[in-house]
């Protein structure tokens, strides 16, 4: 590929689940740039190389064939892309610390810090920061810091365009995004260097859509979005308690509910709970920034957005034990889905690692079916061999179980024949439909006892 040909040199560094995506739409939106993928892990940019990319996302080899080899390349040459760039997109990973101050909840920004200084290190020439990752508000001022006490006389603009796409939809999110959201200090240099990033999207993006803000409102933003969006599911997963004590259907009020236009319909299906790697550590970190600045009521206001999530998974497990008659040890259980939500193979804080974790320590026997999470349900439960099978085929999963659950919304999970898995299974059989997908009045006619969320069970017990 002939660099001079460009009008822009993108670098993204951190291939991840939003590094990648978003680059590959980017690049095949503007075929004008040449946009460069870099990441220190060199099996997964191998990976990108390939057709078998690192991660599942439906439509997303489409997309990479449009740019790669045109104008899209994936890279572990850090150092070399680094000096080449105008616009450096970081989307590398800022996990929960799980050490010293601010342990389980305020962001790890080491990676973030160690990137920044490679920034510098590597860089003869002005050019504009992006942060992709989701950082604590205010992270921006310490990039400045360290980027801009240089003795190059170079000057590094730092923006904040925070990422919303939802992975299983990151395609269909980063073409037609609600909007995209561009902060920026609002010094004159500041307000040219977002204008450039605004000009980039603004490719593909409705220009109505594309929102500019101060940087700050920026990085905050993205963790309320976040926030907001969890708050909906605890909100009603909190609900769902209530409803299996009154024979009240959570499906019923969540469709009474949201047909409310200020309320809205989406978010608010009850489920064994959320999963994937944004909402518990954004909202943690979220109530480590509140708590820094004193405000312990909004801080227990949010935590408790979590703690229901961990009730609901717990929840969900007691509702097994106590239906299967107070004891699972030795008992067959299939776990139907790994993944934290479907159409994706990632399993990062999937409600299905704590349930597989109860199960084992009542000793139960526990086999794990998903069309795309087994490799990441086998690294997550590393170590573990004893009473844990891993299973491709659901109907084998099934067989003898004592108790199926209903863990990811696979659409093939809808499809099974249940007539056939009930009769492999031994009796008195239990089907616990985490995601209130599966038609509970026809499970319970085959001769199922059914466990929705949020709704009575139908069982054969007087
Ligand atoms: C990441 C952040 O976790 C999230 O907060 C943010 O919103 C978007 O970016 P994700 O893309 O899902 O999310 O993370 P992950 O799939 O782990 O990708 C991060 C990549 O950065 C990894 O491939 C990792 O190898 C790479 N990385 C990390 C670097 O290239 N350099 C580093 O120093 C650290
Ligand atoms: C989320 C945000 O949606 C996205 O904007 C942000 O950029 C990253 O975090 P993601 O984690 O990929 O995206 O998936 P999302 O669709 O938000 O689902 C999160 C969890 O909530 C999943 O476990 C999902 O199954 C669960 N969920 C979602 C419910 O339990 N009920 C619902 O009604 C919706």
């Given at each position: 590929?002939e660099?001079q040909?460009f009008e822009?040199h993108i670098?993204?560094i951190?291939?991840?689940?939003?590094g990648?995506p978003?680059?590959?739409m980017?690049a095949a939106k503007?075929?004008?740039?040449?946009v460069?993928?870099?990441?220190?892990?060199?099996e997964k940019?191998?990976?990108w190389?390939?057709d078998e990319l690192?991660?599942y996302e439906p439509g997303?080899l489409d997309v990479v064939?449009?740019?790669?080899?045109?104008n899209?390349?994936?890279?572990?040459?850090?150092?070399?892309?680094i000096?080449k760039?105008?616009?450096?997109f970081?989307?590398?990973?800022?996990?929960t610390?799980?050490?010293?101050?601010?342990a389980?909840?305020s962001a790890?920004?080491?990676?973030?810090?160690?990137?920044a200084?490679d920034?510098?290190?590597?860089?003869d020439?002005d050019?504009?920061?992006?942060?992709k990752?989701t950082?604590p508000?205010r992270t921006?001022s310490?990039?400045?810091?360290?980027?801009?006490?240089?003795?190059k006389?170079?000057?590094?603009?730092?923006?904040?365009?925070?990422?919303?796409l939802a992975?299983g939809t990151?395609?269909a999110?980063l073409?037609s995004?609600?909007?995209?959201?561009?902060?920026?200090?609002?010094t004159e240099?500041?307000?040219?260097?977002?204008?450039?990033?605004v000009?980039?999207?603004?490719?593909?993006v409705?220009?109505e859509?594309i929102?500019?803000s101060n940087?700050?409102?920026?990085?905050?933003?993205?963790?309320?979005?976040?926030?907001?969006l969890?708050?909906?599911i605890s909100s009603i997963?909190?609900i769902?308690a209530l409803?299996?004590?009154t024979e009240?259907?959570v499906?019923e009020?969540?469709?009474a509910?949201g047909?409310?236009?200020?309320?809205g319909?989406?978010?608010?299906n009850?489920?064994?709970?959320?999963?994937?790697?944004?909402f518990k550590?954004?909202?943690?970190?979220?109530?480590?920034i509140?708590e820094?600045y004193g405000l312990?009521?909004?801080?227990s206001?949010?935590?408790?957005?979590v703690?229901?999530?961990?009730?609901q998974?717990?929840?969900f497990v007691?509702t097994?034990m106590?239906a299967?008659?107070n004891?699972?040890?030795?008992?067959?259980i299939?776990l139907?889905?790994?993944?934290?939500?479907a159409?994706t193979g990632?399993t990062r804080?999937s409600?299905a690692?704590?349930?597989?974790?109860q199960l084992?320590e009542?000793?139960?026997?526990?086999?794990?079916?998903?069309?795309?999470a087994?490799?990441n349900?086998?690294?997550?439960?590393?170590?573990?061999?004893?009473?844990?099978?891993f299973e491709t085929d659901?109907y084998?999963a099934?067989?003898?179980?004592?108790?199926?659950?209903?863990?990811?919304e696979?659409e093939?999970y809808?499809?099974?024949d249940?007539?056939k898995?009930f009769?492999?299974?031994?009796k008195?059989?239990?089907?616990?439909?985490?995601?209130n997908?599966?038609?509970?009045?026809?499970?319970?006619?085959?001769g199922f006892?059914?466990?929705?969320?949020g709704?009575a069970?139908k069982?054969?017990?007087k």
């Amino acid at each position: 590929m002939e660099a001079q040909k460009f009008e822009k040199h993108i670098l993204c560094i951190g291939a991840g689940y939003v590094g990648g995506p978003t680059m590959a739409m980017i690049a095949a939106k503007c075929p004008q740039y040449l946009v460069t993928v870099v990441d220190i892990n060199s099996e997964k940019i191998k990976a990108w190389q390939t057709d078998e990319l690192p991660i599942y996302e439906p439509g997303l080899l489409d997309v990479v064939k449009i740019a790669r080899g045109r104008n899209l390349v994936f890279s572990t040459n850090v150092e070399e892309n680094i000096n080449k760039a105008d616009i450096i997109f970081v989307s590398v990973n800022t996990p929960t610390k799980t050490f010293g101050e601010g342990a389980g909840k305020s962001a790890d920004l080491q990676y973030w810090e160690k990137t920044a200084r490679d920034i510098l290190k590597f860089s003869d020439s002005d050019k504009i920061i992006v942060e992709k990752s989701t950082l604590p508000v205010r992270t921006a001022s310490a990039m400045e810091r360290i980027l801009n006490t240089n003795q190059k006389g170079i000057h590094f603009e730092v923006i904040s365009n925070p990422e919303f796409l939802a992975e299983g939809t990151a395609v269909a999110d980063l073409k037609s995004p609600d909007r995209v959201l561009i902060g920026s200090r609002e010094t004159e240099s500041g307000i040219k260097a977002r204008n450039e990033v605004v000009d980039v999207y603004a490719n593909w993006v409705p220009r109505e859509r594309i929102i500019t803000s101060n940087i700050w409102s920026s990085e905050l933003s993205k963790l309320v979005a976040n926030a907001f969006l969890a708050q909906r599911i605890s909100s009603i997963n909190s609900i769902s308690a209530l409803c299996e004590q009154t024979e009240a259907d959570v499906s019923e009020v969540a469709n009474a509910v949201g047909q409310d236009t200020r309320i809205g319909n989406k978010f608010l299906n009850a489920s064994v709970g959320f999963g994937g790697s944004c909402f518990k550590k954004d909202i943690l970190n979220l109530v480590y920034i509140c708590e820094s600045y004193g405000l312990k009521e909004v801080a227990s206001y949010w935590e408790s957005v979590v703690r229901i999530n961990e009730y609901q998974e717990h929840r969900f497990v007691q509702t097994m034990m106590r239906a299967l008659f107070n004891t699972i040890a030795n008992k067959r259980i299939a776990l139907l889905g790994f993944a934290f939500k479907a159409n994706t193979g990632d399993t990062r804080e999937s409600p299905a690692i704590y349930i597989t974790q109860q199960l084992l320590e009542e000793q139960a026997h526990v086999v794990i079916t998903d069309p795309q999470a087994l490799n990441n349900a086998r690294h997550d439960l590393e170590g573990i061999t004893k009473n844990l099978e891993f299973e491709t085929d659901p109907y084998k999963a099934a067989e003898n179980a004592h108790a199926i659950a209903i863990i990811t919304e696979w659409e093939l999970y809808k499809k099974l024949d249940y007539k056939k898995i009930f009769e492999t299974m031994t009796k008195p059989a239990f089907i616990f439909d985490g995601r209130n997908i599966l038609d509970h009045q026809k499970l319970y006619e085959i001769g199922f006892n059914v466990y929705p969320i949020g709704k009575a069970a139908k069982t054969h017990f007087k």
